[in-house]
């Protein structure tokens, strides 16, 4: 029985600016330890700890902010509100705007959103 090996695919459709909303959408975290050896003797370490990621993802993650940032900003606010998936174009949208309303990217509107209309006509 011959063996069968799964092909990696790519996708070519993908841009620059999918990869990097890729990365602040899910982060990216970076631990690299670094030690430099002689005949057994460690003579130099360094150890590295980087993350990045969007406000919101951030703060989803209870990922630490350095000292002094200043996480009273807008873009911090903003990361705070609850957020969901749109099902039609993929975009994060306010969770009530995205339910109660409609997604301001595509117009997909909920069946919650949809039934206060009905009921008015």
Known sequence: ?????????????????????????????INADITVSVVGVELLGIKIRAALASFETAARYGLEFPSGTNIETAAWKEAQIGKETCPQCGKRVPAKELLNVNCPWCGWVSARAEAPAAEAV
């Open 1 to 29: 029985m011959a063996k069968q090996y799964m092909e990696p695919t790519r996708e070519r459709t993908g841009t620059l600016v999918d990869v990097i909303d890729a990365i602040l959408d899910k982060g990216l975290v």
